[in-house]
């Protein structure tokens, strides 16, 4: 049954692309399209030989974008990497879906399709045909968040439920262990009846290992086979060969029976999915953390009233009370009020951040004492916070070159190991006429050779790793740069905003027979008519100095030169040199100053009144406190630091000695700082950029590594490879480190992982290891690998450490 789409295309520029595109589209077996360029819209049918992907492959091939729909799901009944990697496998499979991501550890899948092409509903019941469930991770914050709640809650029932099964189980084994090991004590002989062992067995086996069968089943049943494939052949193995031996020779069987095998690998296996389980959780706890911030209601004034509105009904321009001691509802500015704020679980900063007027709000950050009035500039899927919650996000669900080995490895892992353990016992029995021998054998190997740790390696250390650099304000926005983070050779500094705190401030004040504070509000009164930075800085300065703004009138701004004004009946010039000089104003005293003083560097804003020169403002970019600790953090890991910057030699160079970088330049313009990039990059030097993303954009692609700095807002979130969620440039130096333990952790769970098989499995055959070892090995190697990983949300940075 063919299917018709309608998609919107974006990027033709004429008619005559809409045409190349539509026969392009045409010359594939099974598709008809008609391409509009007036409406940007393709219309097309794809018939039964034919995929939504071949469409999608000429649109990338020709560089066309188009609207695609995606579906984030919450799946539930996965027991290991085949699992998922089956699921992945069989959704691919319907020619509508485009892309399929899925992580083990967190327990979600991502599906892409084109808008419209399928239903969400039909994308779940292919999930839930494949024996597991789903459900959509989409809908309102109030839904979202009650979604949340309600799998916090389902998982915490569930866990109590394995709880108990493993404690009964754990009974219940008890007593045919118990018999098995006073076996080897002469004074104690506790033999526990053949009939008796059969009951305490039989409940484990088909009630605790229910679950084992059912995965088996459902694992078969889409030809496949995963790790409850092995536990049920296993056990079922060492079952039903004792259930035989009861039936034909009845108690005569004392002693050669398996039935604690079966039941001991169950317990132990369960014991182990049991604290996994717990693991898992835990490693995904970042983004549950982050989702809970949102806050569902806000207080939005509507007329004359103020309304009670869920989040959904907030739109941009609405303005927003937010009282003391709650959590901001949305992104937006400060109109009124001045409070202090918690802004910790978003970007990392312990400390309160003082908010006022004109200042930006996070959304999801904790109000302090005072009441604020803000106007809402970004909702939804714009916010702040859902742009943070997507990375992290879309940064957890990718995959590691590691990874997608381990992807191969385990599609023929369990067919192998069946034929190991097959080849096993038969050589066991026909090779050495030793069927007992041969069967425990071959059980031993089904139940060390359990794949769940391979799976678990990778992503549980990428979802621990992310969500602790997350916790610290660092967004890192896919695998590709977590893994190129550590190997950094070279960091290049935009300076301004980024080094600096990009906030022009008046560091010095010269008068000339005139008295300081006259001097200041009268420069402050005329420049309260304007918008340019310095002239901001001027007016911060007096009110940090609790100066009154005098009124001023018939102002007028002198593009490129200044401002003037009067204040009093007072004539007030401001502005560079050369106003001074076109409105023949003495300059003498000030080029005196100067050319005696060679400490002064920044802009230089000469004050005159009626006429006479009565003051020099010296005006600066200040240097973050931070700055220094950042180069000497990068210097001790051995890494080359530059400073790029288009400001004029001699502030660039105070700065640089200030920072005691290695290397600096000055009056450099933004497109022209990628060379400097090029130049290291032609060394086989690895190259980081830092910038604000917008300025420095050109560097900032050129660069093998960007990091934009930002207060989580920002456009240069969307483009950067890592954003900064504080203007904290030591978080460029804790980025690496995160990078450098995630990998690390990585590479220790891949050596457990595959140690456990590669030492168990040729033991297991020899005959040297017993089921209940193997089973407690299989348990064990799973929770050695997700306890490693945990280890990483103790990481902090190092200057947090020190």
Sequence with gaps: MSKTLSIGIGGMSCAGCASKLESALNAERGIQASVNFALSTAQINIADNATS???????????????????????????????????????????????VDANFASEKITVTYFSGAILPADIINLIIRLGYKATVNRGSVVSQTESLLIREVEFKRKNKQ???????SALL???????????????????????QQLVLATPIQFIIGRRYYLGAYNSLKNRAANMDVLVATGTSAAY?????????????????????????????????????????QNTSSAIYELMMLRPEVANVKRGDEWLTLPIEDVVTGDEVRVLAGEKVPVDGVIIDG??????????????????????????????????????????????????????????????????????????IF??????????????????????????????????????????????????????????????????????????ITDVMFDKTGTLTEGKPK??????????????????????????????????????????????????????????????????????????????NVDTQPGESLLAESSEHTGSEMWVAIDGHLVGLLIIADTLRVESRAAIALLQQARINTTMLSGDNAMAVEKIAQALKIDHYYAQIKPENKSSYIQERQRLGKIVAMVGDGINDAPALAQADISIAMGAGSDVAMETANITLLRNDP???????????????????????????????????????????LAGAAMAFSSIAVLSNSLLIKRWKPKFVRQ
């Excluded at 729909?69 to 020619?95: I, M, P, Q």
């Excluded at 039935?259 to 717990?278: C, D, H, Q, R, W």
């Excluded at 996070?362 to 742009?387: E, F, P, W, Y």
């Excluded at 040729?762 to 209940?772: I, T, V």
Aim: aromatic content about 8%.
């Design 53 to 99: 992907n071949t469409v999608k492959s000429i649109l990338d091939d020709k560089n066309y974008t188009y609207h695609s729909e995606t579906l984030s799901l919450s799946v539930s009944g996965w027991s290991c990497a085949n699992c998922v990697a089956k699921t992945v496998s069989k959704l691919l499979v319907n020619k509508d879906i485009l892309t």
């Design 162 to 168: 394995q709880l108990l099964l493993v404690i009964i």
């Design 173 to 195: 084994t008890l007593p045919l262990v118990a018999g098995m090991l006073t076996m080897f004590v002469s004074d104690i002989n506790f033999i526990v009846p053949v009939w």
């Design 240 to 280: 039903f060969y004792s259930l035989y031996l009861f039936l034909s020779i009845g108690e005569k069987a004392q002693g050669a029976l398996y039935f604690e095998a079966s039941a001991v690998v169950i317990t132990l296996i369960s014991l182990g999915k049991y604290l996994e389980e717990n693991a898992k």
């Design 338 to 411: 001045k409070s202090e704020l918690d802004e910790s679980m978003i970007t990392g900063e312990s400390l309160p951040v003082v908010k006022q007027p004109g200042q930006t709000l996070i959304g999801g950050s904790i109000n302090g004492t005072g009441v604020l009035l803000l106007k809402v500039n970004a909702v939804g899927k714009d916010s702040s916070l859902n742009k943070i919650i997507s990375l992290v996000e879309t940064a957890q669900m990718g995959k590691a070159p590691f990874q997608q080995l381990v992807d191969k490895i385990s599609n």
């Design 414 to 487: 369990v067919p192998v190991v069946l034929a190991i353990a097959t080849a096993t016992f038969l050589i066991w029995y026909l090779g050495f006429d030793d069927f007992e021998r041969g069967l425990i054998s071959a059980v031993a190997v089904l139940v060390i050779a359990c794949p769940c740790a391979l799976g678990l390696a990778t992503p549980a250390a990428l979802v621990t790793g992310t969500g602790a650099a997350a916790r610290q304000g660092i967004l890192i926005k896919d695998i590709d740069t977590l893994q190129k983070a550590h190997k």
């Design 506 to 583: 008046v560091t010095a004040v010269h008068s000339f027979d005139c008295d300081e504070e006259v001097l200041i509000c009268r420069a402050a009164a005329v420049q309260q008519f304007s918008e340019h930075p310095l002239a901001k800085s001027i007016i911060n300065y007096a009110q940090d100095k609790q100066l009154k703004l005098l009124p001023a009138s018939q102002v007028e701004t002198i593009i490129g030169y200044g401002i003037k004004g009067d204040v009093e009946g007072e004539k007030i010039l401001i502005g560079n040199r050369e106003l001074m000089l076109a409105e």
């Design 730 to 772: 030591r978080l460029v130096s804790a980025a690496m480190d995160i990078s450098r333990i995630t990998w690390r952790k990585i590479q220790q769970n891949l050596f457990w992982a595959f140690i456990f098989n590669l030492i168990g499995i040729p033991l297991a055959a020899a005959g040297y290891l017993s089921p209940e």
